[in-house]
Every structure is written in C-alpha cells, then in structure tokens.
C-alpha cells in the first residue's frame, strides 16, 4: 500500500521562527518520487520540489531546505526565518512506481503570527 | 506561459441537478488530471489522462460522474445527478508525459472550482 502521513495538522509559529514540516510515506517500490505543494488561500496548489528515490541529496532553495531519509521513510520540510507570506496549507505528495498518480498526505496548515 | 486553468471558480447547485467542470491544460502537456480535494483533506485522483485516453479512472464513480479529454487538449469532468457529499473543490492538473520519459514528472494544478450542492 502507499501511503503519506502528515502528523501535524497545524502549526502556529511566529515570524522569524524555523519550522520543520514532517512528512512520512509508504510505498513497497524501488522507484518513486517525493513531492511538496504550498496551498495559499486562493486554493491553488503550487509545486516547491520534486525528489526521486535514487537521490537522497538534500536540497536547499533560499529559507526552504529539505531533508530527504530513506532509512526512516521520511521527506521533511523546514522553513528558515519564516514570513507571514509562508501562511499556507503544505502537502507531501507520493508518486510511486508506474502509476503517475501522486498519493498526498492530509496536509500541514502553518500559520505565521507577525 | 499560462497555467492551467480552470472554469467556474465557484458553483452552487441544488442537489439532483448535473453540472460541468472545465480544464484548460498547460499547453505540450499530454498528462491531464482531476482531483477532489474535500474540506481539511490532501486531494485524491479521480482520473488520470494520457492524451485523449483515460489511463486510470478506478476512483471514478461512474454512476454519476464521467469526464472526456476530447483531442487530447481540454477535459470536462461532470456529475449528474449531484448529490450534497459532492460538494468538494475538483482540481484539474497537467503535466508533461510519462511517455516522453518524464514519469514523476511535477504537476501543475489549477485553481479549483469549488462546488456546493444544497
């Protein structure tokens, strides 16, 4: 079965503060690609990064990093010095095997208090 | 470049009656999806399109709903009769092939239409 789990439904930082998204996944594929969506207010959901299972580099873009673990089946999100504008649902996204289907999680709400 | 888009933003129907959704896919991207995105949920694939073919529609309930991607460019999705679990934001997302080697490639979402059914 695929699966991604979110355990954080919300959380409330204030600004300036880091904060980690976690994100847990499932999947008995070899191949897969792991994904991260911001979903502001106005309902579109837009793409952050896309990583593949054979590459477990971590990456950093700007106050975003990501933490990329195959030994604990996880994919993580940290904002640096977060901003009010981070305000956002965030979803982790699965895509596995052949099926071009991705498998999202429930969701992260963050909140940033100025 | 224009995003993919979508039409209504909002509807709102009394239940029994049918409605339409339409997308407008990124253009060169022969991967065309439909989500349902249900209040406080991640979305969930409804169908998925490889150009004009339907490749994946297992979460589809066909009884009501049924969708066409007529030349392989846009897609209507429609629900006849609504029925007031339907109300959800359907989100319409495209993206490159996973014939041109581009499996897993990102998706690009719309911006929903929001649907109400009292």
């Known amino acids: 079965a695929q699966k991604v789990t979110q355990a954080q439904t919300e959380i409330s930082v204030v600004e300036k503060e880091d904060v980690t998204l976690d994100c847990v996944y499932e999947?008995?594929?070899?191949?897969?690609?792991l994904f991260w969506y911001k979903q502001p207010p106005s309902g579109e959901l837009v793409f952050l990064i896309r990583r593949n299972s054979f590459d477990e580099q971590n990456e950093i873009s700007g106050r975003y990093s990501w933490n990329f673990q195959k030994s604990t089946s996880s994919f993580n999100f940290t904002i640096t010095a977060s901003q009010v504008v981070d305000s956002a649902v965030y979803f982790c996204a699965l895509c596995s095997g052949n099926t071009g289907k991705l498998i999202f999680g429930q969701g992260t709400t963050l909140q940033v208090k100025p | 470049e224009a995003g993919v888009v979508q039409s209504p933003r909002y509807k709102i129907i009394e239940k029994k009656q049918p409605v339409a959704f339409w997308c407008n896919p990124i253009s060169g991207h022969n991967t065309l999806y439909w989500y349902l995105q249900n209040l406080g949920q991640g979305p969930e694939l409804l169908i998925r399109?490889?150009?004009?073919?339907?490749?994946?529609d297992s979460q589809l309930p066909k009884d009501r709903f049924s969708a066409e991607r007529l030349k392989g460019v846009d897609s209507t999705l429609k629900i006849q009769p609504a029925e007031l679990g339907d109300s959800a934001v359907y989100l319409c997302?495209?993206?490159?092939?996973?014939?041109?080697?581009?499996?897993?490639?990102?998706?690009?979402f719309g911006q929903g239409t929001r649907l109400t059914v009292v």
């Open positions: 399109y490889e150009n004009e073919e339907a490749v994946d």
């Open positions: 999947t008995r594929d070899t191949t897969y690609y």
């Open positions: 997302a495209s993206s490159l092939g996973a014939g041109q080697g581009n499996l897993g490639t990102e998706a690009f």
